[in-house]
C-alpha cells in the first residue's frame, strides 16, 4: 500500500497526471480533462467553471495489484491548508513541476511543507511537449533553489513538438507510447546511435550519484563490472525515504506519455506505511511523549486530517489510520474532544464517490461517516491509550468580508452553513460584531474569500448581501508598562475584590502573545494565576485602538495581594481584563496591516512597469529572476494596496502577467 499526494505549483499538471493514473489503474474508463471541466478528481462545481483545484481530493486504485490512496491538492497558494493537512498524513509525494515554469514560487513552497512533515517525495517533470520545454534546466533548479539531490532514472527524447518519448536508464532502451489507444500500450527499441553517448553518459552519473550511499555499488564501479539493476533500485529506495535524494521521471501527461513508469516508480520507489519509523505522540494521561509503532494489532489511533459535509451522509471525516484497526458500528474516543464518537459507516473515497468497507486497518485512508463533533487535526484513539498525535498548525487568515442575509428568514441558514465551512475548512473564520451585530467572515485571501461565498450562494442557496473586501488589521504596543490594577465590586450582596501588578512589553515579530508568572503559588494560589491569565489572553483579542486582536505582547505578572474571605476567581479574571486595556493605553499601540509575499511572471517587455506599478502600491521588489519565457519577480507589499491588482497587472501585460500573494508578517501601518 501507498499513500501518496501530488503536489505542485499551480497548472504544473497536477488534476491531469492523476486523471491519467486512474485511467492507466483502471479506476476510470475515460480520460478526464481539466480544460473541457470533466476531470474526477476536480468534482465540485466550481472547480470545474475556474478550472482549478480548491480541495484536496481522495480516491484509491490498484496498480498491478498493489493499492494507491492518492490525494490530488490543491496548488493555489490561498488554498494552503488543504495542501497542509495533506502532507501531514501522506507517506510518499509525487513532486510535478512543469518542464517550462520550472521550479515555480508555490512549487517551493509545498517542497518546504513537505521538508516540515518528513515527507519522502520523487520528481516527475511534465509538460515535455511545450514550447520552451528544458528538462536540464529543472534539475539544475531542483538543485539549487530546493537543495535537492535529483536522480533521474529517464530522459526524455527531443522536446516540445519533436517530444517523442524517453531513455529508461535501467533497461537502457527507448520507450515510445502508442498513440491510438491513449498511451495504455508502449514498445522498447534499442537507443539509437546518435543518443547512446547521452544515455551512457546520464546511466553513469546515476551509478556515480547512488555509489555515494553504497560500498558495494563503489565496489562494482571501481571493478568494472555490470551493477545489477535490482542493488540500484534498492540503493534508490532505500536513500529516498531516508530523503537524501529524489528520482526523477519525466513525461507529458496530457499526451500521455510518461505516466505508467511514474506509477512503477511510485510502488518502487516510496515507502509503504510499514517501512516509516514510528511516531512520536503525547500521551493525555500520563503527559509524556510516547513512540507508538505503525501497527494493526496495536491500539487504535488515527488523525481527522479534513471534514466534508454531504448533504445526505452529513459530515465526512477523512481519517488516516496510523495504528490499530477499526470496523464500522463500533465506537471511538476522540481524544482532543474528549467525547466517545460512532463510526456508523466506513467508506472509501473515490474523489465524490464512494464504496462502503467493514474495517479499516493501520497504514490506510478513509471516510467515516456519523462522528458529529470531530474537526481537522482531531486524534481518534482508545481510551485505554490515549494519545494525541501532533495537531497542524494553520497560518492567520489576513482579509476580510462583511456579509449579511437578505431576509430574516435567510439569517439562521446563513449561520448554520457559515458553521459547516468552517468545520471544513480551518482556515476560514467567522465572526460577529457584539455592538452591530454584523457578521464578517476572514480567508486567506481574495479567491479564498470568492470561493467561500460562492459556495454559500449558490451550493447552500443562502440568500446574502456580501460587502467588499477588507483587511484584517492587528494591533500591537511599543512601550513597556508597569501597572497596578484594583479591582472592587459587590456582587449579589458578596464583595469581590482583586489586586494585581504587572508588565506588558513588546515582544518580537511573529512570538505571539504569552503570559509568565513572578508570583509565588503561597501567594497568590495556582487557580488565581490561572484566572488572571485568561482576563489578559481574553483582553488581547481586542485592542484598545480599534478593537482588532493584539499580537506580540508579553504580560507578566509581578505582585498580587489576595484575601481568602474576598478574593474570587471572578475578581481577578475581571482585574486582569480592565489592567490590561488600561495599561495598553499608556503602551504606545500601533495598528500592525498584514505585508504579503508578492510573486509575479510576466514576459521581459512588461518588467519595467511591472515594477513602477508595484512599487506605487508601497511594494518593495527583494529580487528578480530570468526564467526562458518569462521574468519573476520578487516582492512584499501592503495587503491593503493589492486589492485589484489581478485587473492592474492583466492591463499592464496584455493579459500574460500572473501572480501569486501569501501572507508574510505583520508590520506596523505608514498612513
Not at 466550481?46 to 490512496?69: F, H, L, M, P
Not at 524517453?166 to 498513440?179: A, C, S, T, V, Y
Not at 448533504?311 to 489510520?321: A, Q, T
Not at 463510526?343 to 461517516?369: C, F, K, P, W, Y
Request: net charge negative; aromatic share 6%; glycine share 8%.
Amino acid at each position: 500500500m501507498r499513500n501518496i499526494g501530488i503536489m505542485a505549483h499551480i497548472d504544473a499538471g497536477k488534476t491531469t497526471t492523476t486523471e491519467r493514473i486512474l485511467y492507466y489503474t483502471g479506476k476510470s474508463h475515460k480520460i478526464g480533462e481539466v480544460d473541457d471541466g470533466s476531470a474526477t478528481m476536480d468534482w465540485m462545481e466550481q472547480e470545474q467553471d475556474r478550472g482549478i483545484t480548491i480541495v484536496s481530493a481522495a480516491t484509491t486504485c490498484y496498480w498491478q495489484k498493489d493499492q494507491i490512496n492518492i490525494i490530488d491538492t490543491p496548488g493555489h497558494v490561498d488554498f494552503t491548508a488543504e495542501v497542509e493537512r495533506s502532507l501531514r498524513v501522506l507517506d510518499g509525494a509525487v513532486a510535478i513541476f512543469c518542464a517550462v515554469g520550472a521550479v515555480e514560487p508555490q512549487s517551493e513552497t509545498v517542497w518546504h511543507q513537505a521538508d516540515k512533515y518528513e515527507v519522502p517525495r520523487i520528481v516527475y517533470i511534465n509538460k515535455m511537449d511545450r514550447t520552451g520545454a528544458d528538462f536540464y534546466n529543472v534539475l539544475e533548479e531542483i538543485e539549487s533553489k530546493l537543495g535537492a539531490t535529483p536522480v533521474p532514472l529517464f530522459l526524455p527524447i527531443g522536446a516540445e513538438n519533436g517530444y517523442e518519448g524517453n531513455i529508461d536508464l535501467f533497461k537502457m532502451e527507448e520507450i515510445r507510447w502508442d498513440m491510438d489507444n491513449n498511451g495504455e500500450t508502449f514498445a522498447y527499441s534499442p537507443i539509437s546511435d546518435d543518443r547512446q553517448a547521452l544515455a551512457e553518459e546520464w546511466r553513469d552519473k546515476l551509478v556515480d550519484s547512488l555509489s555515494a550511499f553504497s560500498d558495494e555499488i563503489t565496489e562494482l564501479y571501481l571493478e568494472g563490472d555490470e551493477i545489477p539493476n535490482d542493488l540500484l533500485k534498492k540503493v534508490i529506495r532505500k536513500e529516498t525515504i531516508e530523503r537524501n535524494i529524489v528520482p526523477v521521471f519525466v513525461g507529458s501527461s496530457l499526451k500521455n506519455k510518461g505516466v505508467q513508469p511514474l506509477l512503477d516508480g511510485i510502488m518502487e520507489f516510496l515507502p509503504s506505511p510499514g517501512d516509516l519509523p514510528s511516531i512520536k505522540c503525547h500521551h493525555a494521561k500520563k503527559e509524556e511523549e510516547v513512540e507508538l509503532e505503525r501497527d494493526k494489532s496495536g491500539p487504535l489511533a488515527g488523525l481527522v486530517f479534513k471534514i466534508q459535509q454531504d448533504r445526505e451522509m452529513g459530515s465526512l471525516c477523512f481519517v488516516r489510520l496510523y495504528s490499530g484497526s477499526l470496523k464500522s458500528g463500533s465506537a471511538v474516543m476522540n481524544i482532543s474532544k474528549k467525547k466517545r464518537e460512532r463510526v456508523n459507516r466506513i467508506l472509501r473515497m473515490h474523489s465524490n464517490h464512494h464504496e462502503q468497507i467493514n474495517t479499516l486497518e493501520a497504514g490506510d485512508i478513509a471516510v467515516i461517516v456519523g462522528m458529529k463533533m470531530a474537526q481537522t487535526g482531531d486524534t481518534i484513539g482508545s481510551e485505554g491509550f490515549p494519545v494525541l498525535l501532533e495537531s497542524m498548525d494553520f497560518p492567520e487568515p489576513v482579509i476580510s468580508v462583511a456579509i449579511e442575509p437578505k431576509t430574516i428568514s435567510d439569517q439562521d441558514k446563513m449561520k448554520s452553513s457559515l458553521e459547516i465551512l468552517q468545520r471544513e475548512d480551518p482556515t476560514f473564520s467567522v465572526t460577529e460584531n457584539d455592538e452591530t451585530g454584523q457578521i464578517v467572515i476572514s480567508g486567506m485571501g481574495e479567491l479564498h474569500l470568492d470561493v467561500l461565498t460562492t459556495r454559500l450562494l449558490k451550493e447552500y442557496k443562502v440568500e446574502a448581501n456580501i460587502g467588499n473586501p477588507q483587511v484584517s488589521y492587528r494591533e500591537a504596543i511599543t512601550a513597556v508598562v508597569e501597572h497596578k490594577e484594583v479591582f472592587e465590586k459587590t456582587l449579589a450582596g458578596k464583595e469581590n475584590k482583586a489586586v494585581i501588578k504587572f508588565k506588558i512589553e513588546p515582544d518580537k515579530r511573529g512570538a505571539g502573545n504569552s503570559f509568565h508568572s513572578e508570583v509565588p503559588k503561597n501567594k497568590l494560589p495556582l487557580p488565581i494565576q490561572e484566572a488572571v491569565e485568561r482576563g489578559m489572553l481574553n483582553a488581547m483579542q481586542s485592542g484598545t485602538l480599534m478593537g482588532y486582536a493584539m499580537i506580540d505582547i508579553k504580560a507578566t505578572l509581578l505582585d498580587g495581594e489576595f484575601d481568602e474571605a474576598a478574593s474570587t476567581e471572578l475578581a481577578f479574571e475581571a482585574a486582569a481584563s480592565l489592567g490590561f486595556d488600561n495599561a495598553c493605553r499608556n503602551a504606545s499601540p500601533v495598528l500592525m496591516e498584514p505585508v504579503m509575499h508578492v510573486d509575479i511572471m510576466c514576459p521581459s517587455d512588461y518588467v519595467g512597469d511591472v515594477i513602477s506599478s508595484l512599487t506605487q502600491r508601497g511594494g518593495l521588489v527583494s529580487s528578480m529572476e530570468s526564467k526562458p519565457s518569462f521574468e519573476l519577480v520578487k516582492a512584499q507589499a501592503p495587503l491593503a494596496k493589492l486589492f485589484g491588482y489581478s485587473t492592474a497587472l492583466r492591463s499592464q501585460t496584455q493579459g500574460r502577467g500572473t501572480f501569486s500573494i501569501e501572507f508574510s508578517h505583520f508590520a506596523e501601518k505608514i498612513n
